[in-house]
């Protein structure tokens, strides 16, 4: 029983498909059963229409099996349905309605329901059934049946309809029991599903947060920061666990220069931090092991190590960063700039400034150029800022649009009264309040210091 159910049934189709195929070898069984006794019935009484209708249901039926072992399961969906349609109704006009077959019209409807997922054909088959049932019903309605029994078959005849309405009844018991008892079976399998792919999540989002760990060891520390600009913040919010973003400090050997940047590597979350390390490794490497501290050179020297690393793949990897770095002179306040798509906003009398960057990326690049160092003498109270594309890109407002450079610029302006630590504050809270329940679409980084 358990092999004949399973014809057809393979690991290589989804569930879905499966459980179809098992109704219809369910469905091709019951019909076997059931003609392999009408087709005799039909012989006996001489009823040739029948017995060639019988006994071609009972063909097709086994055909059934065949075409699900071949993987034609579509066809055989198909012919099950639509010859059950003819069947019952030629059925009907040769029994009569005593005989109860128009019935079996509407259990047509309920096997297509659970074969089809188109709905254009499932709505076309179930009123074509209703409409040859209420067709049928209507014609044969006062009507004898084409087959007129002897008087002294009456009684087989209603008992062939008591037989019919039992048949019916079965079908419907039988089916329902067989397609729930498939569901708690098909219910199980996704649990079961359910619990591997959460231990797997599991899995990858402990590997991932303590990637984080690594990657937050390389970022430097909140207290190393803030020793040497004691009037700035960082704003740093990456999109996932980890981020392709990343902020950066370093002081000269001497201790005469600070380095910091704001870096915006390709992507985000695993991909992006992956990035991040070649970048962060390449700008290190550019100030301690080559000695440069010219930013434009420092990005010159970044560029040709990022693409060095990457030129060892057997494939063109176009990864890379864009990048707002600043050298600032601790003892006369200069201010060296030089940026990678990224620009500098400078804000002094309530009036901001910003300085342009390169247009090119850190990494491959049709049109590369030596990086452009800007200096700028700072003054006391003047403000400065270095970000990434997150912020002014995100989506939220009223009305789902990005923030935008503009907006960004008219809150740094009015916050320009504040402390460094309360414009942080600000700034996070109302990225939060414009986001609100959309997703954070990029990581965002903004680093803001204070003369």
Known sequence: MKKIINVGVSPLNDDHLNRKIRISNLISLITILIMSGYTPLAFYY??????????????LSVFNFALHKMRLHAL????SCIYGLIYFSIGTIYYGLDSNLPFFLLVMCMIAIVLFDGMYFLKL????????????????????GIIVFPDDMKKAQEMIGIFNLGTLFFVTVVFFLFFKRDNILFQKTIIEQKKLVQEKQKEIIDSITYAKRIQEAILPPQNYWLNNLPESFILYKPKDIVAGDFYWMEKSGDGKFIFFAAADCTGHGVPGALVSVVCNNALNRSLLEFNLTDTGKILDKTRELVIETFGKSDK???????????????????????????????????????????????????????????????????TFYVFTDGYADQFGGPKGKKFKYKQLQEELLAVQNKRMNSQQETLEKLFENWKNELEQIDDVCIIGVRV
Not at 46 to 59: A, H, Q, R, Y
Not at 125 to 144: D, E, N, Q, S
Not at 319 to 339: F, H, K, P, V
Not at 364 to 370: I, S
Request: aromatic share 14%; with cysteine; charged share 20%.
């Open 125 to 144: 088959y179930i009123l074509t059934a209703i409409l040859f049932f209420f067709v049928v019903f209507l014609y044969m309605k006062g009507r004898p």
């Open 76 to 79: 055989s969906f198909y012919i």
């Open 316 to 382: 063109e990897v176009k990864d890379g960063m864009d990048i707002s770095l600043c050298r600032l002179n601790t003892a006369t306040y200069e201010l060296q700039w030089s940026g990678a798509n990224n620009p500098l906003w400078l804000i002094r009398n309530n009036i901001l400034t910003e300085l342009k960057p390169d247009k090119q990326p850190i990494g491959n690049y049709m049109d590369q150029k030596p990086f452009t160092s800007h200096s700028i003498s700072l003054e006391r109270s003047d």
């Open 46 to 59: 001489s009823v040739w229409g029948i017995v060639l209708l019988d006994s071609l249901f009972l063909l």
